[in-house]
């Protein structure tokens, strides 16, 4: 059975939060409360908080900024799987990649990533996504001002609309 994408909803938050704090995931990713996980999941702050199901189950989930008004695309906040090596990241990703490129005003698809999580890395550049540091201060200052300057030990990427 595909990957799919649905909304999260309220219910899906114990899934959300006990996954991101698990030990295997929590050196990977930032931990957000409960509180910032049902602002995204209602849509506040042009978030998107999905839930990626396969075989029917829940089995991780994606948030993403719609960043469009800044002309600087969306950005993949977070994408976490709980059973790696299975490509269900990948095709997750590629899920929303495809959705978002058929909106109107959606430049590219960008997001951070830690230098050390080589497996992550791989996953990105299978999709198309390549190393992407801003050209100038203005370009940077759109990038950041959404989400965050990438912190010492990891770097943007970006996949520009086809």
């Known amino acids: 059975?595909?990957?799919?994408l649905r909304k999260s909803l309220a219910a899906d938050l114990a899934f959300v939060t006990a996954l991101e704090r698990h030990p295997d995931n929590s050196r990977f990713i930032g931990q957000w409360s409960d509180e910032e996980h049902l602002a995204a999941i209602a849509g506040k702050g042009k978030r998107e908080h999905w839930?990626?199901?396969?075989?029917?189950?829940?089995?991780g989930y994606l948030i993403a900024y719609d960043c469009r008004f800044l002309d600087a695309g969306f950005y993949v906040k977070r994408i976490?799987?709980?059973?790696?090596?299975?490509g269900t990241g990948g095709e997750a990703l590629g899920r929303f990649i495809d959705r978002v490129f058929a909106m109107n005003g959606v430049s590219c698809v960008w997001l951070i990533v830690r230098d050390?999580?080589?497996r992550?890395?791989?996953?990105?550049a299978k999709l198309g996504f390549a190393r992407f540091d801003p050209a100038d201060?203005?370009?940077?200052?759109?990038?950041?001002?959404?989400a965050e300057a990438p912190a010492e030990g990891s770097y943007r990427m970006r996949l520009a609309r086809p």
């Open 120 to 124: 992550a890395q791989h996953v990105y």
């Open 137 to 146: 201060a203005e370009e940077r200052r759109r990038y950041d001002s959404w």
């Open 116 to 118: 050390f999580n080589v």
């Open 1 to 4: 059975m595909p990957v799919v």
């Open 80 to 86: 976490l799987v709980s059973d790696k090596e299975r």
């Open 51 to 59: 839930i990626i199901e396969r075989d029917g189950r829940a089995a």
